[in-house]
């Protein structure tokens, strides 16, 4: 069974930068690809940062050249440094593992989120 659980969520003024992590434990960290995903209030989920397994990294629009994704095999971490944060970043962040089987599903395990608010 996957457990994650985040870190690093806070209070900020608008331009300062936040560290999220996440704690993988119970499962093959290298065999999963690790998400940060992020909702705002009366907003949907939506995807912020993947990096894939083999460490190939995907952003949203929104976030390209602010944020970086990066995961720590060896300490089976997953981190998302977010910098230059604008309050339209303000949400509740989501760590995500997936893992595709060989019959091509794929499995997603979430930690319990880390609040993020931006002030302007």
């Known amino acids: 069974q996957v457990k994650l659980v985040e870190s690093g969520g806070g209070f900020v003024q608008a331009g300062e930068s936040l560290r999220l992590s996440c704690a993988f434990s119970?499962?093959?960290?290298?065999?999963?690809?690790i998400g940060w995903y992020r909702q705002a209030p009366g907003k949907e989920r939506e995807m912020v940062a993947d990096i894939s397994s083999g460490g190939i990294e995907k952003y949203a629009d929104s976030v390209k050249g602010r944020f970086t994704i990066s995961r720590d095999n060896a300490r089976r971490m997953g981190y998302l440094q977010m910098n230059s944060l604008k309050p339209e970043d303000t949400a509740l962040y989501y760590c995500?593992?997936?893992?595709?089987?060989?019959?091509?599903?794929?499995?997603?395990?979430w930690g319990q989120g880390t609040q993020v608010t931006v002030s302007s």
């Open positions: 995500n593992a997936a893992w595709t089987s060989a019959f091509g599903k794929r499995y997603d395990d």
């Open positions: 119970g499962g093959t960290f290298s065999a999963h690809s």
